[in-house]
């Protein structure tokens, strides 16, 4: 209530990433997998609270796996656990991983946002893997005071917008695994009530604390 949203800036999937030695292929195999090993899987995040840590309970929800987390203080310890076997999968961001799958000592199984990332096409999202209810984006936008008074709100919103789409700026976010959006202070509003509903359910259920 303190803020209101300006614009939606860009936003960046987590992609469900496993170690080459588990025998699975796809989501449907690692699902199963899960299912015939109950609480004997684990996955790592940057931390409780993260939204790593929220995507995979979010994935224990909608699938009916017991997968233990596993934090980690940041995401690159997260990441060098997974890559040494520690555990069995994670939520990773695109440039943290890309070059390992590359060279195949990680395996991308599934793309947790909305759509296909342009950076990684080949990698289906949950939705296409058959499994709903789990498109997470983390997303980067603009707020300011509740107070600010409107046409404020609006002029930022369109620099805002501007900004993101112009083809220098796209392409940095791209780099960096990230998709240029720039919304209306409406749609960004939209999504953070959605954001609010989304997790209040997960937190609910999983119990999920932040550090």
């Not at 840590?53 to 796996?65: N, P, Q």
């Not at 599934?110 to 990684?120: D, H, L, V, W």
Request: aromatic letters at 4%.
């Amino acid at each position: 209530k303190d803020f209101q949203a300006v614009s939606l800036f860009s936003q960046s999937p987590n992609i469900l990433t496993v170690h080459p030695s588990l025998p699975v292929k796809t989501v449907k195999d690692l699902v199963t997998l899960a299912k015939s090993k109950p609480a004997a899987m684990n996955y790592s995040s940057a931390g409780s609270g993260t939204t790593q840590h929220l995507t995979g309970e979010l994935f224990k929800l909608r699938t009916g796996t017991n997968i233990v987390h596993v934090p980690y203080k940041g995401s690159a310890p997260s990441l060098t656990a997974l890559l040494g076997g520690e555990v069995e999968m994670t939520f990773a961001n695109i440039p943290a991983i890309s070059s390992h799958v590359k060279a195949k000592r990680l395996r991308a199984l599934a793309n947790a946002g909305t759509k296909r990332a342009t950076q990684m096409p080949d990698v289906p999202t949950l939705k296409e893997s058959g499994i709903n209810g789990v498109e997470v984006v983390v997303w980067y936008g603009v707020l300011v005071p509740a107070a600010t008074p409107r046409d404020i709100v609006n002029t930022l919103a369109g620099a805002i917008a501007k900004a993101a789409r112009a083809p220098d700026m796209r392409q940095r976010l791209l780099d960096q695994g990230a998709e240029p959006v720039g919304s209306t202070p409406e749609e960004f509003a939209k999504l953070l009530r959605e954001e609010q509903m989304r997790w209040a359910e997960v937190v609910k259920v999983s119990g999920a604390k932040a550090d």
